[in-house]
């Protein structure tokens, strides 16, 4: 790469390097949005054109800048690490000699913990959704089985295998496919569903009465609703992934299975729902039960 090179130029290869990495699409989206940002300040106020411009003192004046208009301290903070994979890729590249993001510090934010579901509130969303099929499914599959919504949303017809009671998890961008089990209550949703299903070409598990797919946007937006009709408050749909991870740790599910199930990479992403329970409580059981 050109040590001369502009910051909007750099800005272009380093999301195309992104892709090519096969990262997640919102991880590529929000890398763009942080770093084209830190570039309109850094041209606006430092008048610096080309990557080697910059300054770690440019990039303590934009944080300033994020503080005075009131960016959360998470938010900061995510900036700062697409700040700082942006300028490593530069160095990397040979752009840039010393990487001016290296002395650059997060800032100290409490973080909330994950919102896990009662069992009143889970049971309560379930009765929300019992005359609604499809939703019943989606809910029943979210609670018992970890999965994302994304990977919700992408599942096929094909991928969910009644005889042997077990789902396949296809490969989404970075993340490798993997296999869970199916209880019987996810099980019996999905029989449920399948028959009152749209007839229709489209493989796509959950559809619209369109017989189009079920989009994450419209899951979340169906959800949220199914939450309000529950008198669930606060709640997203993430949430229910973090109550099934909480809810394999307290019946005694390996950590290292759980984090199998529910594809995490790191194991230590998992170790962290440990702090939401109280070991004496669990108890040996490598069974996944039913909420």
Known sequence: MDASITLRDAHSQFVDSLKQAAKAH?????YSKDIEQLIDFVEREKNAKNASEVNDTHIEDFKELLKKQRYTGKSISRKINSIKAFFRYLQNQGAIGDNPADVITHPKYDQSPPRILSKTEYRALRDACRGDARMAAVVELLLQTGMRISELAALQVQDVDLDRN?????????????RVPLNTAAKQSIMDYMAVRPRAREKTMFLTKTCRPFLVRNIRTALDRYFRLAGIKDAKVNDLRHTFIVEQLKAGTPLVYISQLVGHKRITTTEKYLKLIEAPDMQPNIQIEEL
Do not use: C, D, H, N
């Open 26 to 30: 919102a991880t590529v989206i929000a």
């Open 166 to 178: 077990v789902i396949t998890i296809q490969p989404q961008e970075a993340r490798g496919a993997r």
